[in-house]
């Protein structure tokens, strides 16, 4: 288990996205929904309600969530439950389960709905029973970070190697949390690993497919996502994205190009995507680094 102060804070991020006026703070939320884009068959969406919302009922995929505000109560198991906000929500699947507001100041939370077939490919131990975690309220710092990119943009569909990251992050966070005993084997292919990176600092502008490092490195996705982040220190996704900031670095200290050039010749969507990694990789958005840059240049 984490630092819970951390999946807290995550919460508190999402929250203040998802409560653009001080408004919010004085009245509860008005009832609504939002569905993200589905990726792989996980299903993402925000609810915001007062009251009671949803009678029991039944998924067939894990239920993984944030509580934003207020105060989440549901029926699990037997029992009332209670998620303030910063908690991690996980529901098994085929649990009957409602869902109400516990407070007349509402409650806003995202959810995404995660297939069991999506564990058992990541699971580092194929073939072992799915993870029961029995409290559905937890606090797990890395779990948290999990979710917490998985439902910061619901409007976005992250990419391949994203994808994979989190994937696997989310299988180990509910073996984690399950009690589970899974094997881990300490070699590491820094051959492979290697081979890998130089193709992603090669192609910084690709959008390349895990169907592209699984030839690469010999390996299925899962198992180099593991080995990578042990000889690298972070995952194959997050190593190209630091790659296309680098180049990005050194255009814009060139000058006489702008910032949507920047972004495009760097590999990204488009340029609130660029905009978004920058700040949260540097603390600052581009314009500004540029800005702080050129000043002590001068």
Not at 12 to 38: D, I, Y
Not at 170 to 194: C, F, H, M, P, W
Not at 208 to 237: C, K, N, W
Request: one cysteine or more.
């Amino acid at each position: 288990m984490g630092n819970s102060n951390q999946g807290l804070n995550h919460a508190k991020v999402l929250a203040t996205a998802a409560q653009p006026g001080l408004e919010r703070l004085c009245k509860p939320p008005e009832n609504r929904f939002q569905t993200g884009t589905s990726v792989r068959g996980i299903e993402r969406i925000e609810a915001r309600f007062t009251g009671t919302m949803f009678a029991p009922h039944r998924h067939d995929t894990y239920a993984l969530g944030l509580t934003l505000s207020g105060i989440q109560t549901f029926h699990y198991r037997g029992e009332q439950r209670f998620s303030a906000a910063g908690n991690i929500i996980i529901l098994h699947p085929d649990e009957l389960h409602d869902g109400a507001a516990g407070t007349e100041a509402g409650l806003i939370y995202r959810m995404l709905y995660l297939p069991p077939q999506l564990i058992h490919e990541a699971a580092e131990r194929h073939g072992q029973a799915l993870p029961f975690v029995r409290a559905p309220v937890i606090r797990d710092q890395a779990l948290a970070a999990a979710l917490y990119e998985a439902l910061h943009d619901l409007s976005a569909s992250p990419e391949d190697l994203e994808m994979d990251d989190l994937q696997m992050r989310l299988a180990a966070g509910l073996y984690r949390n399950s009690g589970a005993k899974t094997q881990s084997n300490s070699l590491i292919d820094a051959a492979a690993v290697r081979r890998v990176a130089e193709f992603l600092h090669d192609n910084i502008s690709e959008s390349v497919s895990s169907s592209q490092l699984e030839a690469i490195s010999g390996m299925d996705r899962f198992a180099l996502s593991r080995h990578f982040r042990r000889y690298m220190g972070t995952s194959p996704h997050r190593f190209q994205i630091m790659r296309r900031l680098q180049h990005a670095r050194s255009l814009l200290m060139q000058g006489n190009i702008s910032l949507a050039e920047v972004a495009f010749s760097s590999g990204f969507a488009d340029q609130p995507h660029f905009t978004r990694h920058f700040k949260s990789t540097y603390g600052l958005a581009p314009g500004q680094w540029l800005s702080l840059f050129q000043q002590h240049r001068a």
